[in-house]
């Protein structure tokens, strides 16, 4: 793992991976004279320590810590997982009024042999790809793209699936001339209404508008290490204390790892990561995912379109509520 790619909580296990490596370059050079038999116990002496340590590290992680995983530049984004999970995967673009948004990506495919509609952010990996992905932050075009695709999937009477990961709707003056907050709404409109089963899964960051766009579903899920908020902690901080620094005040203020998010009845459920986070093992993190996602749509398949639709619309209308105790 590139240095650049290593968070501080992470810095010991960089270490002991390089170690790690290593020792597996040696094993596998057998002219090398230091290939010496007490190796293996060596290695799984490291293996076995290295293992402890992470699930230590990850069993005390703070809520800024978990924003920082789930923004992680090696962590697993949705056309990682469209092409490990899915089959037939077709790509559809534009919005048949302005433009194709590539901030999200929506399609057809099949999961498990079911065919369904795919719509999820995209954030870019180099600077050419963030800038075309406009780093994950869909425009309005964006969302009518997935509305589109969600109209589709309606008439064709087939799932919706949808991966969520930005920091927040575009903020930009052409985004608001576009009409980005009509365009969100109109998203979460369609989504409310649509008589087919949604299932939405936060992989990392979930932000605020941008993330409840297309989070409108009959189940939500979270990755262990994603987080779900009404705005970035930066932001937050910056309103609140003026402060910006103050990011790791604000995340623990806002209840936005998937722990609290499923106390608070946010969330339906939430999905394993491999041990140290989904950057670590993509392969396994998709697993993960796919189980989850045939698992909350089983249930919803056969639900007739009026129950299905208004089970989603209580859902959404009992977060929120609580209980006033007098005298406390």
């Not at 992470?10 to 038999?37: F, G, M, T, W, Y």
């Not at 649509?194 to 979270?222: F, K, N, Q």
Request: hydrophobic share 45%; aromatic share 6%; charged share 25%.
């Amino acid at each position: 793992m590139a240095s650049l790619n290593v968070l501080d909580f992470e810095k010991s296990i960089a270490e002991l991976d390089e170690n790690l490596s290593k020792l597996h370059q040696i094993v596998e050079d057998r002219n090398n004279p230091q290939n010496k038999p007490d190796l293996a116990g060596q290695i799984a002496e490291l293996e076995e320590h290295r293992t402890a340590l992470l699930s230590a590290l990850f069993a005390n992680l703070t809520p800024w810590d978990k924003v920082l995983l789930a923004r992680h530049v090696k962590r697993p984004y949705t056309l990682d997982y469209v092409g490990a999970i899915f089959e037939d995967w077709t790509e559809l673009h534009g919005d048949r009024m302005f433009a194709d948004d590539g901030a999200i990506v929506a399609g057809l495919a099949k999961l498990d042999g079911q065919p369904v509609a795919v719509i999820g952010h995209q954030k870019g990996r180099d600077l050419k790809q963030r800038q075309q992905r406009n780093f994950g932050s869909a425009r309005p075009e964006g969302f009518r793209k997935a509305g589109r695709i969600m109209q589709m999937a309606a008439k064709f009477g087939i799932p919706v699936v949808t991966l969520i990961d930005t920091a927040a709707a575009a903020a930009d003056i052409a985004a608001d001339e576009r009409g980005i907050s009509e365009a969100i709404a109109r998203s979460m409109f369609e989504m409310a209404t649509l008589p087919v089963p949604i299932v939405s899964i936060i992989i990392g960051e979930g932000g605020s508008g941008g993330a409840l766009g297309i989070a409108v579903a009959d189940r939500v899920l979270m990755l262990e290490h994603a987080v779900y908020s009404v705005i970035p902690p930066e932001g937050c901080a910056a309103i609140l204390w003026r402060d910006p620094e103050r990011k790791s005040d604000a995340a623990a203020a806002l209840n936005l790892t998937a722990q609290r998010a499923l106390e608070l009845c946010i969330i339906d459920d939430i999905v394993p990561e491999p041990l140290g986070g989904a950057h670590r093992d993509w392969a396994e993190s998709a697993e993960s995912v796919k189980a989850a996602l045939l698992q909350s749509l089983r249930p919803l398949t056969g639900i007739p379109a009026p129950t299905l639709v208004a089970q989603r619309y209580e859902k959404f209308r009992r977060m929120g509520r609580f209980t006033e105790l007098e005298g406390v």
